[in-house]
């Protein structure tokens, strides 16, 4: 028996002395309202309303009842006015600020697509922690080495010239003893401050003769570009922030660099909601690898799997968004 929908024809059936005006009421037809009625009474093992004719009035138990059947449709209502506040509250989500407007407005319309409203917060790495950490967000996309990631963006070097030349090896960025051009330099952006990005670019610079000033952390993404922009210097960055930027991409030749994120959530199996229902767009605006949409096996070694960008941005030295041949 729906005890919500019996209640429903028992207080309105009661308030109106009638069947045929209570059910009207209630959005029944006469006999479901009787028929729920009758139902209600069997189930509480009492008579809640004596017929007579055309009228129907109270028993006293059934007068007795009718306060909780009241209070039952109310909390019915709470319930669903809550459900329906809890649809339309927005996902405030932190994102990497790297990522462009274009890609974050994609990002935006496919989530309300799939019924999603959606809220960006852009923030480096340590800051989408603290902003998850102090429930600013609901979830955040957290950046974790590539094993233990569910998006993988793979990064390069990019600079203002074409290096014609099919990947970038640091060591040829070593200053010759007779040098007497500027050294230059590949700039880091906080997005790639941790420790799995960081700590092997530096080791490689170092094993490779690069000057501790030839590998710098710039402010921001914009400060680095423009580095990169005025000078010979170059960028760590993703295909597609290249491409956004118009710098010509390439990967380094000696170790593979790749970024990782999962999504965090504040409660639990909010998570696994999320990267259900938004792992595809989450994917297109990252620039994941194609097919990145879960996270690996334990044991699988980043780099060994197919690399497919999903990136259709093309900018300079590229040829629809690929490396030429050296």
């Known amino acids: 028996m729906d005890l919500v929908r019996a209640a429903l024809a028992f207080v309105h059936v009661s308030e109106r002395g009638s069947f045929t005006i209570g059910a009207a009421a209630a959005r029944m037809s006469q006999s479901v309202a009787s028929r729920r009625v009758a139902a209600l009474e069997r189930h509480l093992g009492e008579v809640l309303l004596e017929r007579n004719g055309r009228r129907v009035a109270l028993t006293p138990f059934g007068q007795d009842v009718l ?22 509250r927005r996902l405030r989500l932190a994102v990497p600020d790297t990522c462009s407007t274009g890609r974050l407005a994609r990002l935006v319309a496919g989530a309300r ?17 603290e902003l998850l950490h102090s429930q600013e967000v609901r979830a955040a996309l957290i950046a974790l080495p590539p094993a233990e990631a569910t998006w993988q963006v793979p990064l390069g070097l990019a600079g203002a010239r074409d290096p014609e ?51 710098l952390m710039a402010s921001g993404l914009a400060a680095g570009a423009a580095e990169a922009l005025y000078s010979d210097d170059l960028l760590l960055c993703s295909r597609a922030e290249a491409a956004d930027l118009r710098l010509a991409w390439r990967p380094l030749g000696e170790v593979e660099l790749v970024r990782g994120f999962a999504v965090v959530a ?5 998570s696994d909601r999320i990267r259900q229902r938004l792992g595809e767009h989450i994917g297109r605006c990252l620039d994941a690898r194609a097919g990145a949409v879960t996270a690996p096996r334990a044991g699988t070694v980043p780099g060994t799997e197919t690399v497919t960008s999903t990136g259709t941005g093309t900018g300079p030295g590229t040829e629809d968004g690929a490396p030429r041949e050296a």
């Open 113 to 129: 697509r799939d019924g999603v409203p959606l809220e960006l917060c852009l923030a480096t790495p340590s800051r989408r922690a």
């Open 67 to 88: 306060p909780a059947a009241r209070r039952l449709l109310r909390a019915a209502d709470a319930l669903e006015d809550e459900a329906e506040t809890a649809r339309g």
């Open 165 to 215: 030349v099919e990947r970038v090896y640091v060591e040829t960025l070593r200053p010759g003893r007779t040098d007497t051009a500027p050294y230059r330099r590949i700039w880091i952006q906080p997005e790639d401050d941790v420790p799995h990005i960081r700590d092997p670019l530096k080791r490689l610079c170092d094993a490779v003769g690069l000057r501790p000033s030839q590998h």
């Open 266 to 270: 504040d409660t639990g199996g909010e």
